[in-house]
């Protein structure tokens, strides 16, 4: 798949699971026993909604108190502040003090934590203690490409294997969404479900999406749509750019499961 970051976001959050981050760019020794503070996170995952929207959930702990624990748009304007917006994790960190002293124990350890519904997009996960720091990316800049009706190279896409297919292709092979063009074939103006190709075989081999578009559940999408599909991706379109031979690009955010991170989609009800 061509992406146009210059690396996985999930790589990185691949790298964090189940790692330490210890305290950089200060000799002073912590305390007494010289430990460092670590923050430890691990078991990413992001929980398709039935509105469109996604939940962040994973498992953090620390031998220091959290200071920073927040998630950030690529702006970075903090969509989701843990600290203050999650019950448990505020309740946790009321019982620790500000300046304890730093040991191997960790006075910080919760599983699942979740966010709250939050829009598809580019996120920054962020943790900080007094001495030590962490982020990870969440989602990762893609790349895709669909024909309009007139396109040669074909109107139909597999969202997760980034392909792009004819008609008689697809007869075959699964795919999750077709192009919406314009009148004379040569604009692709949005997507909908290949389930609703006009030819029964094409039809009967798609896989299941749910589409989404401002919001509300929608059977075709433009810039700014959301797809969710039953073979775990979440896409949000940012744009579409058309071209002289029919065929359109699309910059998308995309999420899906890969080492470190689960996309759940577990009880999600698709229509086909």
Do not use: H, R, W
């Not at 305290?23 to 670590?38: A, N, R, Y």
Request: proline share 1%; with cysteine.
């Amino acid at each position: 798949m061509k992406k146009l970051a210059k690396f996985s976001a999930f790589m990185v959050a691949a790298m964090f699971a189940a790692t330490s981050f210890t305290s950089c760019g200060d000799d002073d020794p912590v305390d007494i026993l010289g430990v460092d503070e670590v923050i430890d996170v691990a078991n990413f995952k992001i929980k398709a909604n039935s509105d469109g929207t996604i939940t962040f959930f994973g498992d953090v702990s620390s031998n220091a108190k959290i200071k920073k624990f927040e998630l950030q748009d690529a702006s970075g304007n903090v969509v989701y502040d843990f600290t203050e917006e999650n019950p448990q994790v505020k309740e946790k960190l009321k019982n620790i003090a500000e300046d304890g002293k730093v040991t191997k124990e960790k006075v910080f350890s919760m599983t699942n934590i979740d966010s709250k519904k939050i829009p598809v997009d580019f996120y920054t996960l962020v943790i900080k203690t007094k001495k030590a720091s962490t982020e990870a990316k969440l989602g990762e800049e893609f790349k895709y490409t669909i024909g309009a009706s007139g396109s040669s190279t074909g109107s139909y896409l597999s969202v997760l294997d980034n392909k792009q297919y004819t008609m008689d292709q697809a007869k075959t092979t699964k795919t999750e969404v077709i192009a919406v063009s314009s009148s004379d074939g040569k604009t692709v103006l949005g997507l909908k479900a290949a389930s609703k190709a006009n030819n029964a075989d094409v039809a009967a081999k798609a896989g299941k999406v749910a589409l989404f578009q401002n919001g509300v559940q929608a059977n075709e999408v433009k810039e700014g749509g959301v797809i969710i599909t039953e073979s775990g991706c979440i896409v949000k379109i940012n744009q579409f750019n058309n071209t002289s031979t029919g065929d359109a690009t699309f910059d998308a955010i995309l999420i899906k499961s890969t080492s470190g991170l689960t996309v759940d989609v577990a009880g999600y009800t698709f229509s086909k």
